[in-house]
C-alpha cells in the first residue's frame, strides 16, 4: 500500500498570511486537486496534515473548517480521487501540544489510524515546520515552491540538515515525477 502525505496550505491551496477563513477564501493551486486524483489513480493513499491554528485564534470556526474540507474532498472526488483523511492541529503555537507541526503528533494519528508505518512516506510542504514533521518521523521530505515554498527554498539550500529535501515547482510537478518514476514503498 502506497501513502503520500501533504500539507495544505500553500500545497493544495493558495495560502493567506490572514488564513484561509472560509469555502470563499479556500482557493486550489492550479493542477493541485488534478495531481492528487492522479496520484490516487496510481494506486497512491492521500492524507492531509495541516496545523489550523486560526479556530483557536476564533478566526474561523470548526464548521468552517469542515466546510472547506468538504469542498476540498467534493472537488478530489470530481477529479476522479479520494483524500483516505484529513488531519488538523487547531491549537496555538504556544500551547505545546503534540499535533502541531513541526512535531510529529499529526503523523502519529495518521500512521494509528490506518495502521501503517509511515518511515519513508513522501511528506509534501511548503514550509520548514512541514520538513521537521516529516522528517522526524522518518519520512522523505518534499519541497514543493509554492505558498512559503521559496522563502522555505532558501532555509534548505546548502544546508546540511535538509541534504535529504527535495525540491519541485509544486503538487503537480511532484506528483507527475512520482508516477513517472514508479514510486513504491
Not at 22 to 42: Q, Y
Request: hydrophobic content about 35%; glycine content about 10%.
Amino acid at each position: 500500500m502506497k501513502w503520500i502525505i501533504l500539507d495544505r496550505d500553500g500545497v493544495v491551496n493558495y495560502d493567506s498570511d490572514q488564513y484561509i477563513k472560509s469555502v470563499e477564501e479556500w482557493i486550489p493551486i492550479p493542477g493541485s486537486i488534478e495531481a492528487i486524483a492522479d496520484l490516487c489513480t496510481a494506486g497512491f493513499n492521500v492524507a492531509i496534515a495541516t496545523n489550523q491554528s486560526g479556530i483557536s485564534r476564533g478566526l474561523f470556526s470548526l464548521d468552517n473548517l469542515e466546510d472547506i474540507h468538504t469542498k476540498l474532498n467534493a472537488l478530489v472526488e470530481e477529479a476522479g480521487g479520494q483524500i483516505s483523511g484529513i488531519f488538523y492541529c487547531p491549537h496555538l503555537p504556544d500551547d505545546e501540544c503534540d499535533c502541531r507541526k513541526p512535531r510529529a503528533g499529526l503523523l502519529d494519528e495518521i500512521e494509528k489510524q490506518f495502521g501503517i508505518d509511515l518511515k519513508g512516506v513522501p511528506f509534501v510542504g511548503d514550509s520548514e515546520k512541514d520538513l521537521q514533521a516529516g522528517k522526524q518521523k522518518g519520512c522523505l521530505p518534499i519541497l514543493v515552491c509554492t505558498g512559503k515554498g521559496n522563502k522555505t527554498r532558501h532555509i534548505v539550500s546548502g544546508n546540511l540538515e535538509y541534504k535529504d529535501v527535495s525540491i519541485y515547482d509544486d503538487l503537480s510537478a511532484y506528483a507527475k515525477s512520482l508516477i513517472e518514476n514508479n514510486w513504491d514503498t
